[in-house]
């Protein structure tokens, strides 16, 4: 056979093309008919781009329908890391260099030393673009969308973003929180939702905005509008050509407080002015009153909404808008917890109560037949424990403050001028009398109050506060031998629990609950700060607007008859009323016959500073509206220092004239 015939080198080739062609052809079936629709989607994804619009959050306002959290348009400069970290070092120096220029002949003053801090900055997950400059001119949008080609990864964005239209902005604070952006582990909590009685049906994004704490944080579910959605079409240079569909976002639901934003303004006001009038004074025994820190609470008895709740130092929510750098977050919480302002001290401060805790020990042995209103007991002003040794461990004399002697005493009285004694003789008998009145019978009575244990308010961060029993006092130690070396439970720490100190801790706002639960007769109830959710910008009077409405919930009950109630209510206004009272000076000039007032002044020590001022008072005493409490860490005799705060309070609650607030010049520790 002749191989170089040329019918057969023709046959050969012949066979070759078709064989090439059927192949070619087999590929365009294949791509035309079995995957057709994927690479059409993969098509369409090379020229469509698909883009979440955040949705403006829902308001926040106060009782009356005044805004306390808004929302306002700013345009952001923002740079894609992804897109930034492909250049190389070279490009990506030229390309800061230039944004930062361009920023600062806009008003916004930039060095690249600064954008690289922001670029690196933790906060920020690597997948969503970072704000690197936030309210930028309308022109600066303009000329960055025009040179979309010399400018890679950076774009200019309109956002809605927080604002705060109330003066000073900071107010009610620690009370709306603040917003900033999702983190990796809350995008992934997120797909569950925020709270478990409302599904999530808006969906986040990596660069998504999140209530991070207080009611921002607690009505996530509600204050989160539905992201927009708009898909468009792109050029090959990734440049958008024309918007295909868009779907509008809408914004969230407003949230309205039961704070009163009058009450509000009031309780901040008086409580940092009164803290730095006391920086740089003293106690009696010469310690300084650094006076660094305190709370006010103001709640309805009758429902346990809350009226106001101030807690100082405070911050301003509008530095967390498009997120606050780690330096600035540092310096506010570099200072440890005393002086750490994001701290809600009202329901996250733990302190001992003083003497504003003789309402449950009274309460407690009123109820167990101990004493009844007219029980005397000779006040000497000094009292030996029971049985005690001279010289023995805790055994010391304990005294009245300045060694005041009270004479006979029934416990009206007792109240109403804060006799130690009379209560340290209450405490003895509820430990050496155990068998009839029951060995942790001051101890249940608290937590009947409340106290020990979280209020329920829907806010992140309550604090349990703490009421130490024998039980518990051994737990502790075997837990902890180091920190708790003592694990006893002795006749001294019934005595010392019985005037409220060392062996009981209480936020300002338990303590608030629980004279709200006397002041009603016997209801505690769960303490509630918003009191609606409406519609977005809906009237929220108008019933068809009501989203959610937040219901009065009582969570327990004290019984409070007569003959427990009437001689405690006598002693608590006395201490405003009668000229021996605890808190009689920083009432004096205050109208009680319009408005009638019962109180009880609290100072509890602190080793190594000054004392703990506390006050708490409800009123108008028949018929009670109000109850407020303040708080003020290191600054020395109750009635000196933390009455006069919840005097300033009254005043507006009242709608009486306003007086200055300064420390009242006489009172005495109880």
Partial sequence: MDTDSPRLRLSILAVVVLSLFGALFARLWYLQVMVA??????????????????????????????????????????????????????????????????????????????????????????????????DVPETLFQYFAERADEYPSVAVVRQSVRSYPLQPASTAAHIVGYVGRISGDELTAMQGGV???????????????????????????????TPGIRTIEVDAKGRPVRTV???????????????????????????AQQLAALQGKHQDDGTPTKAPAGSVVALDPTNGNVIAMASYPTYDPAEFVNGISQDRFDQLTKGGDQNNPLINRAIQGQYAPGSTFKLITATAALQRGM?????????????????????????????????????????????TVSSDVYFYWLGDRFFHESAQFGATGIQDTAKAFGLGQSSGIPLVGESKGLVLDAELAKKRHDDNPTAFPDGGWYAGSNV?????????????????????????HGTLYQPQVVLRVVKAKADPNDPNSVVMTTEAHAIGHVDLPPNIYDPLNAGFQGAIDNPKGTAHSAFQGFDTSAFTLAGKTGTAQVNGKADTSLFVSYGPAGSPRYVVAAVLEESGFGARAAAPVVRHLWETLSNQALTAVAPAQSGTSG
């Fill in 37 to 134: 629709d994927q690479f059409q989607v993969e098509a369409a994804a090379n020229r469509v781009r698909t883009v979440a619009e955040e949705a403006p959050r829902g308001r926040i306002l106060d009782v009356k329908g005044r805004v306390i959290v808004d929302n306002r348009s700013s345009l952001v400069v923002t740079i894609n890391p992804k897109d930034f970290n492909a250049l190389v070092m070279a490009d990506q120096d030229n390309l800061l260099l230039r944004v930062a220029e361009q920023l600062t002949r806009s008003g916004n003053p930039t060095k690249v030393v600064g954008l690289r801090a922001k670029l690196s900055d933790p906060q920020y997950n690597g997948l969503q673009p970072i704000p690197i400059a936030i």
């Fill in 195 to 225: 709270t478990p009685t409302k599904p999530i049906d808006k969906p986040y994004q990596p660069d998504s905005e999140i209530g991070k704490t207080g009611v921002e944080r607690a009505y996530e579910t509600y204050l989160r509008g």
């Fill in 245 to 271: 569909s868009e779907q509008a976002p809408q914004s969230g639901d407003d949230v309205q407080l039961t704070i009163d934003i009058d009450a509000q303004r009031s309780a901040e006001d008086a409580l």
């Fill in 371 to 415: 004493i009844t209103a007219n029980t005397s007991y000779t006040d000497t002003g000094s009292y030996t424990i029971i049985g005690c040794k001279p010289g023995a461990a805790g055994c010391e004399t304990r005294t009245n403050s300045g060694g005041e002697s009270n004479g006979t005493i029934a416990l009206p009285t007792a109240v």
């Fill in 496 to 520: 010392n629990l019985a005037i409220g100190q060392a062996q009981v801790l209480v936020t300002p706002l338990q303590l608030t609950n629980a004279y709200a639960t006397f002041a009603n």
